[in-house]
C-alpha cells in the first residue's frame, strides 16, 4: 500500500463515522511519505533527501501532506477537538497555505476555543481570497457575534473602575 493508497482508505473511512480507523490510515499514509514504514517499498524519500527530488515531486508531496493533514483536522472536528484541530489545520496550512478548508477548519476551532484574535487573522485572509463563499460568511458572522458577547463583557467587568471613591 503507498501513501495515496492509505490516505484514500482514510477519506472512505471518514465519512462513515470511523474516524478512528480513517485516522489509522492517515497516520500510514504519514509514515510511508516520511520514510518511517518498513512495510513497504514504495515510499517517498522525503525526509532522507530533499535535494534528490525534483520540484514537481516535493509540490507533490506538499499537496499530500495538506491534505492529509486536513483531513486528520476534520476527524477531529467531528469529537470537538480543538486542540488537535488546530494542530492539523496548521500543519496543513504549513505545507499549502491556499488550503481552504484547513482555513475554515482552524477558524471554526479557534471561534470555539475564544481566540477570537487568531480567529480574525484567519479570518480576514479568507475573506480576502473567497469573500462569498457561504462558510466564510457563517464564519464571519459568528466571530461578530462573539467579538460582541466579549466586548459587552469587558465593559462590564471593568465599569466603575476608574470612577472616584465617593465615601
Avoid at 499537496?63 to 470537538?80: F, Q, V
Avoid at 481552504?100 to 477548519?105: H, S
Wanted: hydrophobic content about 35%.
Amino acid at each position: 500500500m503507498t501513501a495515496r493508497q492509505a490516505s484514500g482508505r482514510g477519506r472512505a473511512d471518514r465519512p462513515y463515522a470511523d474516524a478512528l480507523s480513517a485516522l489509522r490510515h492517515y497516520h500510514e499514509a504519514l509514515m510511508y511519505i516520511h520514510g518511517l514504514s518498513t512495510f513497504e517499498q514504495n515510499c517517498y524519500p522525503a525526509i532522507k533527501s530533499t535535494a534528490s527530488l525534483t520540484k514537481d515531486e516535493v509540490e507533490s508531496i506538499n499537496k499530500l501532506l495538506s491534505s492529509i493533514y486536513g483531513n486528520i483536522a476534520a476527524c477531529h472536528l467531528k469529537d470537538a477537538s480543538w486542540p488537535q484541530v488546530i494542530k492539523y489545520s496548521s500543519k496543513a496550512l504549513k505545507q499549502n497555505e491556499d488550503n481552504f478548508k484547513a482555513r475554515i477548519r482552524r477558524v471554526n476551532a479557534y471561534l470555539s476555543t475564544g481566540a477570537l484574535e487568531k480567529a480574525a487573522d484567519d479570518l480576514a485572509i479568507l475573506l480576502d481570497k473567497q469573500p462569498k463563499d457561504a462558510d466564510v460568511q457563517r464564519l464571519r458572522l459568528q466571530w461578530r457575534q462573539l467579538d460582541a458577547e466579549a466586548s459587552a463583557r469587558q465593559r462590564d467587568e471593568f465599569a466603575g473602575m476608574f470612577d472616584r471613591n465617593k465615601s
